[in-house]
């Protein structure tokens, strides 16, 4: 499959490979694809490596001296590479394997630009590092704007729970507090990330060491942290290497809500 794309500017780099990882993610779609075995439960499938491969092309083809860290193919490129580039050809996998458009791509530069593609709504959020904006074809792009009106907060229940037992995500959905103000939603995929920054979630809750440099979340923080949603750790600390976990909110409100459920718990 190949694409041509403009790729002036690395907001624009990142655009044009998170959707063309999102074509291919879409046209294989349905298909019968063998379970690639990762371990501990863990797979990839075709579709994965594939996207994966295409998203590299786009990249190689406009940044030939980035180095590239891929969810399959892991780190690619000169071992000196000032810049690098963080890729997840298909986060939601499992959801994928069964059938669910619950997906989505992720290509982000480290601490630069970043995008998001839902290769199912036509959607690709994206920022240039700086401001955060929403394509979708035969539309202008627009201004990401989160707000907190939807009350949805997206928790990530998936093992491991390196914050057990003073933390576990199942825990805040039982707290009523969390049951009179929000309602819980569980999409096992990053394009929650991008759904805070859109407006289509108040929140987003998941447990982990420092996500800021991971493949499947690098790109949805930038995005949040671009559209002025409020992105610190579990433990409310900013997020980075010695960080737990992620909290996005959509409002200052919504952060402090689920901080002190979270603490209370503790």
């Known amino acids: 499959m190949t694409h041509s794309y403009p790729c002036s500017d690395d907001a624009a780099v990142a655009t044009a490979g998170a959707r063309a990882g999102a074509d291919v993610v879409r046209t294989m779609y349905g298909q019968r694809l063998n379970r690639i075995d990762k371990g501990a439960g863990d797979f990839a499938t075709a579709a994965d ?29 000169a071992a000196d590479a000032v810049r690098q580039w963080l890729v997840d050809p298909l986060c939601g996998t499992l959801n994928y394997a069964v ?3 619950l997906v989505a791509v992720n290509v982000a530069l480290r601490d630069g630009a970043a995008a998001v593609a839902d290769p199912f709504s036509g959607e690709v959020f994206f920022t240039d590092g700086e401001t955060a904006w929403v394509r979708h074809d035969g539309a202008d792009d627009a201004l990401l704007t989160p707000t907190p009106a939807t009350r949805l907060v997206d928790v990530n229940l998936d093992p491991p729970f390196p914050s057990a037992p003073g933390f576990r995500a199942v825990d805040l959905l039982a707290h009523p507090e969390f049951v009179e103000r929000f309602r819980p939603r569980v999409v096992s995929t990053t394009l929650a990330l991008a759904w805070v920054a859109a407006g289509k979630r108040a929140a987003y809750v998941t447990d982990g060491g420092d996500l800021s440099r991971s493949v499947h979340f690098a790109a949805g923080i930038a995005l949040c942290r671009a559209a002025g949603c409020i992105v610190t750790g579990i433990d409310g600390a900013p997020i980075g290497e010695a960080g737990r976990g992620l909290v996005v909110a959509a409002d200052d409100e919504t952060h402090g809500l689920l901080m002190s459920m979270m603490r209370s718990r503790g």
Do not use: H, Y
Request: aromatic share 0%; hydrophobic share 40%; no cysteine.
């Open 49 to 77: 490596v594939e996207a994966e491969k295409t998203i590299l092309g786009v990249i190689r083809a406009a940044r030939p001296d980035d180095a590239v860290l891929g969810e399959e193919g892991g780190r690619q490129g």
């Open 99 to 101: 059938g669910s458009m």
